[in-house]
């Protein structure tokens, strides 16, 4: 089940990053949705075994509501995207909570702690002219996500799930952090082809990543 979750993930992401560069919206709503349900039906493993893998699953399902909110060009589209990566960012961390008290994590995040907040205080401050109305919302987006990565480095720093899969959900945090630099850029900045070349495989493996650290 692992292999052909990652295997239809990967191939459609691929069809995806294709389907922006090519301007073919049909392909691109199919390719995402498919993307998107390869790491949602991944998820599924976790959520009858442990509280963290159930809290994660409902994470995972966040954010395939927000790429289907996301196939939209619109403000409202953007927003109702935002929304939903927001409750699953929330909810990873609530996953979190689960398995490392809040007190802890800076302890065992130790120093890597300070990139996440100094990445994130740098992209607002480069994006904050271009913010506009969207500048409260996107401070909290900031913190939430932030919260997450210190919180999975503490995860794997701490060996609270044991190994790999304290790194792997280390590593799959930091890669949708990654990639939610890439939409700030696309939405806020240059809007560009680049953004999503990079972006979306940051994003789906990142996802990926979560998903399978959830599966004991």
């Not at 935002?82 to 802890?104: E, K, N, S």
């Not at 890597?112 to 990445?119: D, E, F, L």
């Not at 044991?162 to 959900?169: D, M």
């Amino acid at each position: 089940m692992i292999a052909a979750c990652v295997a239809v993930c990967v191939l459609a992401c691929a069809a995806l990053v294709h389907a922006e560069w090519a301007q073919r919206p049909t392909l691109r709503i199919g390719a995402k949705l498919t993307a998107s349900a390869a790491f949602v039906v991944l998820g599924t493993r976790g959520v009858a075994t442990t509280e963290f893998g159930s809290w994660i699953f409902a994470g995972l399902v966040c954010g395939a509501i927000g790429d289907a909110a996301l196939l939209g060009r619109g403000s409202r589209a953007f927003l109702a995207g935002l929304g939903a990566f927001l409750a699953g960012h929330l909810l990873y961390v609530v996953a979190i909570v689960a398995v490392v008290p809040p007190a802890d994590w800076l302890r065992l995040a130790g120093a890597p702690a300070i990139a996440p907040v100094a990445v994130g205080l740098a992209a607002l401050a480069m994006l904050w002219p271009r913010l506009g109305e969207m500048k409260g919302p996107v401070i909290v987006y900031v913190g939430a996500i932030c919260a997450m990565v210190i919180g999975a480095l503490a995860i794997a720093r701490g060996g609270v799930l044991g190994e790999p899969r304290g790194c792997v959900f280390a590593v799959g945090a930091t890669l949708f952090f990654v990639s939610d630099l890439a939409v700030a850029r696309d939405r806020f900045g240059t809007r560009a082809f680049a953004n999503r070349a990079w972006g979306l495989p940051a994003y789906y493996a990142g996802q990926l990543l979560i998903a399978w650290a959830a599966c004991p």
